[in-house]
């Protein structure tokens, strides 16, 4: 009787650490997202580490704004402009044009 209970307490032990970390694995805070983001831009662009810095800011503002699960279409169509006028903002002529040619790059960070 004494193997079989300790049988489960382990079998419980594992199975509950094994869904902490598949939890864990799985959500992303809004300062990742926005580093990975600003990461695969400055991959893209060349940016410098300002204005990579300054860009994850940016795109952690923004999903943190769109964790809100009352935000109207309107109003995230309204912050995918402004999140576009600002990285178009701090991009030349040619980094604008290698961004816009990734165009899925373009609308996870935009959208």
């Not at 990742?32 to 831009?41: M, R, S, T, V």
């Not at 699960?69 to 169509?77: A, I, V």
């Not at 402009?81 to 165009?103: F, P």
Request: glycine share 2%; proline share 0%; no cysteine.
């Amino acid at each position: 009787m004494k193997k079989l209970i300790a049988a489960l307490t382990l079998l419980l032990a594992f199975t509950i650490n094994a869904n902490a970390q598949d939890k864990k694995e799985t959500q992303y805070s809004s300062k990742d997202l926005g580093q990975k983001d600003a990461d695969d831009l400055k991959a893209l662009v060349g940016l410098n580490e300002t204005q990579s810095a300054d860009y994850a800011r940016l795109f952690e503002h923004k999903y943190k704004t769109l964790e809100d699960k009352n935000l109207s279409q309107e109003r995230k169509d309204v912050l995918a402009k402004v999140i576009e006028d600002k990285v178009r903002a701090g991009l030349n002529a040619e980094q604008t044009a290698k961004l816009e040619k990734n165009k899925e790059l373009f609308n996870r960070l935009t959208h």
